[in-house]
């Protein structure tokens, strides 16, 4: 995932491997930030239970281990994140679109806040920024 609208080298913020999210430009297992087994995403390279930050249900991301409606913190309907258990244009926190995240309701090239190539899951991306 690259900062903004550019895809150099240097603006790598993350790097994805099917499994880890790595800090900067490494496959290095000292910087894997974190874990995504398909449901839960964990803190670093450890999958142990205690180390759960987040849980995904294939439309909603929980805090923590739990799939409770109260701790829903992003709602996701394919292209669009909302806060909380919300499809509400005004709840709208950011764009997903042809390999750009943008903030808001928005796809305007101005908005871009992060570029990713290839395919990232959708709750790998939300931690990535």
């Known amino acids: 995932m690259y900062h903004g ?17 790595y800090g900067g430009n490494s496959t290095y ?12 995403i964990y803190q670093g390279a450890q ?7 987040f849980t995904w249900d294939g439309q909603h991301l ?3 281990n739990t799939t409770n ?13 909302y806060k909380g258990n919300s499809a509400n244009y005004f709840n709208c926190l950011y764009t ?3 390999g750009h995240i943008y903030k808001g309701n928005s796809t305007y090239y101005g908005d871009i806040l992060y570029t990713f ?11 990535m920024f």
Do not use: A, C
């Open 5 to 21: 609208k550019e895809t150099s080298y240097f603006n790598i913020l993350y790097t994805w491997d099917g499994q880890h999210v």
């Open 29 to 40: 297992y000292g910087d894997i930030v974190y874990t995504y087994d398909g449901q839960h």
């Open 47 to 53: 999958t142990d239970y205690f180390k759960i930050i």
């Open 62 to 64: 929980y805090q923590g």
């Open 69 to 81: 409606y109260f701790d829903i913190i992003l709602t996701f309907d394919g292209t669009h994140v």
């Open 96 to 98: 997903i679109s042809q």
């Open 117 to 127: 190539d290839g395919h990232i899951p959708f709750p790998v991306l939300m931690m």
